[in-house]
Antibody
Framework: QITLKESGPTLVKPTQTLTLTCTFS??????????VGWIRQPPGKALQWLAL???????YYSPSLKTRLTITKDTSKNQVVLTMTNMDPVDTATYYC??????????????WGQGILVTVSS | EIVLTQSPGTLPLSPGERATLSCRAS???????LAWYQQKPGQAPRLLIY???TRATGIPDRFSGSGSGTDFTLTISRLEPEDFAVYYC?????????FGQGTKLEIK
């Protein structure tokens, strides 16, 4: 069974750096083709893709947030970490991590973690 | 960036009725890269359809997807009470990956 779970602070102050961890089981990020992505959703709004990292270390970022995001992996711990600098109240959202793949073609995000609501407020 | 525009924003229907949700892309999306998700309040999105028309594991056959190029459709043949939720289309073949803004299916 594949599971993912997000962890990290639920409240951060403006200008601070957010660090979120996605801990997963049921698959390995050393397996050819496997990737983990981060997606967020402000309250009452749509989903927004943030970042993606693959088994080979290749990573991709949302162009609008690229300068603020870093995604890394720790295969020994089965974790993917997302950092977002210079947090602002507009970054208040539920942050999800999800499994994807790239074999001969890309795969959708499935499954997803339960999400973590991060509030940015002083 | 491929922009996905969903319509309508809200769709009021009754159980037993047929629902047709639209997703239009700003540029052509290969059929193998279009998915649909269902999201209920307080829950993570659940994959319904990928590759435009392939149902994910465990998804009932009342859900079907179709389309090509820039126009895609999710159809729910006969609405069950548990189908009232928000639905998102998503393209995952081009970076940045993008989502539509969602269609809320509500009880009439």
């Amino acid at each position: 069974q594949i599971t993912l779970k997000e962890s990290g602070p639920t409240l951060v102050k403006p200008t601070q750096t957010l660090t979120l961890t996605c801990t997963f089981s049921g698959f390995s990020l050393t397996t050819n083709g496997v990737g983990v992505g981060w997606i967020r959703q402000p309250p009452g709004k749509a989903l927004q893709w943030l970042a993606l990292i693959f088994w080979n270390g290749n990573n991709y970022y949302s162009p609008s947030l690229k300068t603020r995001l870093t995604i890394t992996k720790d295969t020994s711990k089965n974790q993917v970490v997302l950092t977002m600098t210079n947090m602002d109240p507009v970054d208040t959202a539920t942050y999800y991590c999800a499994l994807t793949y790239y074999y001969d073609t890309s795969g959708p995000f499935d499954p997803w973690g339960q999400g973590i609501l991060v509030t940015v407020s002083s | 960036e491929i922009v996905l525009t969903q319509s309508p924003g809200t769709l009021p229907l009754s159980p037993g009725e047929r629902a047709t949700l639209s997703c239009r892309a700003s540029q052509s999306v290969a059929s193998r890269y279009l998915a649909w998700y269902q999201q209920k309040p307080g829950q993570a999105p659940r994959l319904l359809i990928y590759g435009t028309s392939t149902r994910a594991t465990g998804i009932p056959d009342r859900f079907s997807g179709s389309g090509s190029g820039t126009d895609f459709t999710l159809t729910i043949s006969r609405l069950e009470p548990e189908d009232f939720a928000v639905y998102y289309c998503h393209q995952y073949g081009y970076t940045p990956r993008t989502f539509g803004q969602g269609t809320k299916l509500e009880i009439k």
